[in-house]
């Protein structure tokens, strides 16, 4: 599969762009972390269900969706034995 949000054209702008996307990666889990409950959901519904951006944006990241989700799971668990985000 092509990476369609890479654009750079030097081995710098292209590390540039995949730490753009790893923040954006961050910046949901910590939305889904610790955001008001309205972004919490949001976020979740993106990093669990979502198929087609979500993906790309990991890819565009330099992570694996699938382990990255696992991880991610692992953690919803751990912290809430019910396995929901509160």
């Known amino acids: 599969m092509p990476?369609?949000?890479?654009?750079?054209t030097t081995e710098q702008d292209a590390q540039v762009e995949k730490r753009l996307w790893q923040a954006?990666?961050?910046?949901?889990?910590?939305?889904?972390?610790?955001?008001?409950?309205?972004y919490k959901r949001i976020a979740?519904?993106?990093l669990f269900q979502d198929r087609s951006d979500?993906?790309?944006?990991?890819?565009s990241?330099?992570?694996?969706?699938?382990?990255l989700r696992q991880k991610l799971i692992r953690l919803r668990t751990h912290s809430n034995p019910l396995?929901?985000?509160?």
């Not at 990476?3 to 750079?8: D, Q, R, V």
């Not at 954006?24 to 309205?38: F, H, K, N, Y």
């Not at 990241?61 to 382990?67: E, I, P, Q, T």
Request: hydrophobic share 45%.
């Open 44 to 46: 979740e519904e993106y």
């Open 83 to 86: 396995g929901k985000v509160a």
């Open 54 to 59: 979500f993906p790309l944006v990991c890819q």
């Open 24 to 38: 954006v990666v961050v910046s949901t889990i910590q939305e889904w972390i610790s955001g008001p409950l309205r």
């Open 61 to 67: 990241a330099g992570l694996d969706v699938d382990s």
């Open 3 to 8: 990476n369609l949000f890479t654009t750079a």
